[in-house]
């Protein structure tokens, strides 16, 4: 959710922009509408949102709050490009949120910073996305609740495929040369983001490699990768690539306004994308790279979570309990009308009728057969590394292998830290 965002925050960059909690910035970064709740005359409870694009979204968010009965819940909506700084600062004071969304990081667990939810998801885990609950779990114990998922695949106009003679690649090497195809004078082939960044995760998974194993060792510094990254600054240099978009991957103008052919984007843009262009829409994963390569498609999503750390943990989690696994028509509600999401639990997915045909229901087998989920050790600091690989390698025209053995000694400090 952040397709009509007006900001030039990418709320669901790959890199998911955590910041430290040492490193976070001053509690007056937060800019946000207060908001409070007229429900409940129990306990008062505040929670951190960032302001979400679609239209409704603040709406609904307050909504939900205004009906719980138990405490008064009020809703700070942090508008800007400072979530992430206004939330840390704001878990180092008093005035911390009792609830906040935010992405399954370690570092979060191990600082005791957020509670322990097993004893809220255990009744009904088997109705959850397995992934979900793999990508919230540490030594046992889950941690946050898994609200939206939202997976990131490429969009294409049909009817520019079509004039230019042009199959849905399948490969890197078919992308780059179906990007020089349908290049013209006015439209670019393909958009990838403004930096590429949205796409560094799937570079990894398409080949055939991963971030980090199941033994917490590197797994992305491959011959695949490599491959990946060479070819990615032959795109970079084609020509046929949209560069310096007036939006980020995450709006749908790009592809909507016929600035490029095919964009690399979000579900949660898919209506408005409908909305523009209709029948002429298509999606396709991420495509493969090298002989040992797959297809990919990444999986964002934001979770709830409780502050461990807070003055009222326990009615938190009665107030998380009630919204995010009790109240079952809000959950859908949320996953489906602002934007398309894939609700993470699986009866709710399966009555969602608003994504069981067409585009919406391609989409939901995407993600099923190419999907991809974070994993809650592989942190802020080791994506950020990863990220300076594709500036140096890719736009910067830098040896790949050398600027992977840079991102390794980082990332080995980091997996030091948190692993010993």
């Not at 959950?331 to 709710?348: C, L, N, V």
Request: charged share 20%.
């Amino acid at each position: 959710m952040s397709a009509l965002s007006n900001t030039n925050w990418n709320r669901r960059n790959v890199l998911q922009a955590a910041m430290g909690l040492a490193a976070a910035g001053g509690l007056a970064a937060c800019g946000g509408n207060t908001g409070r709740s007229s429900g409940g005359s129990g306990e008062a409870l505040t929670q951190y949102f960032h302001a979400y694009g679609e239209a409704g979204t603040e709406q609904a968010i307050k909504k939900y709050a205004a009906a719980y009965k138990k405490a008064n819940v009020s809703t700070n909506w942090i508008t800007g490009n400072n979530f992430e700084s206004a939330l840390f600062a704001a878990l180092l004071t008093k005035k911390a949120p009792d609830v906040f969304e935010f992405h399954p990081q370690l570092q979060l667990v191990k600082s005791g910073q957020v509670a322990d939810l097993t004893d809220l998801i255990n009744p009904v885990k088997d109705d959850f996305n397995p992934n979900d609950i793999k990508s919230h779990t540490v030594d046992g114990k889950i941690y946050g609740i898994r609200m939206i998922d939202d997976p990131q695949f490429f969009y294409y106009r049909k009817s520019m495929f079509e004039k230019a003679k042009v199959e849905v690649p399948t490969t890197l090497e078919e992308l780059i040369e179906a990007a020089a195809k349908l290049t013209t004078s006015k439209v670019k082939g393909v958009f990838l983001g403004n930096d590429f960044t949205a796409i560094q995760n799937v570079i990894i998974w398409s080949a055939g490699a991963d971030t980090i194993n199941a033994n917490n060792e590197i797994a992305y510094h491959t011959d695949g990768v490599v491959e990946g990254l060479k070819q990615l600054r032959q795109l970079f240099t084609s020509g046929n690539v949209l560069l310096d978009a007036p939006t980020d991957f995450w709006d749908p103008s790009s592809l909507n306004q016929g600035l490029c052919a095919m964009q690399w984007g979000g579900m949660w843009s898919m209506p408005a994308m409908q909305q523009a262009l209709g029948d002429d829409l298509g999606i396709f994963p991420f495509p493969k790279i090298g002989s040992a390569g797959k297809q990919s498609v990444y999986n964002g999503g934001w979770s709830i979570f409780v502050n461990a750390k807070g003055k009222n943990v326990e009615a938190a989690k009665e107030y998380v309990k009630w919204l995010w696994i009790d109240q079952k028509q809000y959950q859908e509600d949320w996953a489906t009308s602002y934007g398309f999401h894939i609700p993470p639990r699986t009866s709710i997915a399966n009555s969602a009728t608003k994504l069981k045909s067409g585009l919406p229901a391609e989409g939901v087998k995407l993600f099923t057969d190419y999907g991809h989920f974070d994993n809650i050790a592989y942190d802020q600091t080791m994506q950020t590394a990863f990220a300076e690989v594709i500036a140096s390698s890719v736009r910067k025209n830098g040896n790949p292998e050398a600027a992977l053995d840079t991102c390794d000694k980082k990332v080995n400090v980091e997996l030091k830290k948190l692993f010993g």
